[in-house]
């Protein structure tokens, strides 16, 4: 008799890996730390530019208000309290900060009702619009100090091709206060409406085009529509002209400083004029146009704060 062999059962593979996944080789980085780097190397070139010609200028003009700092001497020493006193107490301080609100406030009216005039004038899309939207943007791309000097020409009594009418009807375009700032107000509204109107006219161009069929089906009026569907959808681009205007104009030196050089009778000084004849006219004193900087630079931070605060405030 044979004998019969009984093979013993087969066990299934051993799928069990006991050892660990292999680390990642050496000097290579991963995928987030090289897209971190790489955002790092981006904003270097920013970073640098605005720590060296912002925040470095910005940390001078601080110390420099602090001290007594002669425009030949360089730092003095310890003298704050006494800039800022002389700033407040200095014979134009008072008027060129009226002034300087006086044409804050007409420059911002007109440029925005201007800009948002010539947005809705230019709105629609066609050949004729589109001629319209070039004419008007044109003057921006002068730059400031070149278009103050071409009406610098255009206002003179000797040069202006408008001399003939100016000697017939006895007037000067920058011979008295009034004259002088509506003179100026009017180059930067020339200068300045098609660069708001291109604000503008991208803020309309973002409300929905259903949100005005919708008004018209319900039977709303245009003025009706524009006060109450385009204002209030367009309030960002209002709270953003907004400061960008009222900063500007509370900053502004060349114009004047081309046009009328403060006059007549130190009537048109800015409070950026004044810094300027603090600090290389007459005083010299560095410190003491610190002071005054520093005293315009918290005002400007104020005022867009009550801005912005004022436009989402309305929004909400």
């Not at 800022?84 to 009702?113: E, G, I, W």
């Not at 509506?182 to 291109?198: D, E, K």
Request: with cysteine; charged share 15%.
């Amino acid at each position: 008799m044979s004998e019969t062999s009984v093979d013993a059962p087969s066990r299934p593979p051993d799928t069990r890996t006991d050892s660990p996944p292999d680390p990642p080789a050496r000097g290579r980085a991963r995928p987030r730390d090289r897209r971190s780097l790489l955002g790092w190397l981006y904003a270097t070139p920013t970073a640098v530019f605005v720590v060296a010609l912002f925040l470095v200028p910005l940390g001078l003009v601080v110390e420099m208000s602090l001290s007594r700092w002669p425009l030949l001497t360089g730092d003095q020493g310890f003298n704050a309290p006494a800039n800022f006193v002389k700033a407040v107490d200095h014979r134009f301080f008072t008027d060129s900060v009226v002034f300087t609100l006086k044409y804050t406030a007409l420059a911002t009216v007109l440029l925005l009702v201007i800009g948002l005039g010539l947005a809705l004038l230019v709105q629609e899309s066609s050949r004729w619009n589109n001629l319209l939207r070039a004419s008007f943007l044109i003057p921006s791309a002068l730059g400031l100090a070149s278009a103050s000097l071409l009406f610098y020409v255009f206002y003179s009594p000797f040069a202006s091709p408008l001399k003939s009418l100016m000697d017939s009807w006895g007037f000067t375009f920058l011979g008295t206060p009034t004259g002088a700032l509506l003179s100026t107000t009017f180059l930067i509204v020339w200068r300045f409406a098609g660069f708001y109107m291109v604000l503008m006219l991208v803020g309309l161009q973002g409300i929905p085009a259903d949100v005005f069929e919708a008004a018209r089906s319900d039977g709303a009026t245009r003025w009706q529509t524009f006060r109450l569907v385009t204002l209030p959808l367009l309030r960002p681009t209002l709270a953003l002209t907004t400061v960008l205007c009222v900063t500007g104009s509370l900053l502004a030196f060349e114009q004047f400083y081309i046009l009328t050089k403060g006059g007549p009778d130190n009537s048109t000084i800015t409070v950026v004029q004044l810094i300027y004849m603090v600090a290389f006219q007459g005083q010299n004193d560095l410190g003491v146009a610190g002071a005054i900087s520093v005293i315009a630079l918290l005002a400007l931070i104020v005022l867009n704060a009550v801005q912005l605060r004022a436009f989402r405030s309305e929004e909400k």
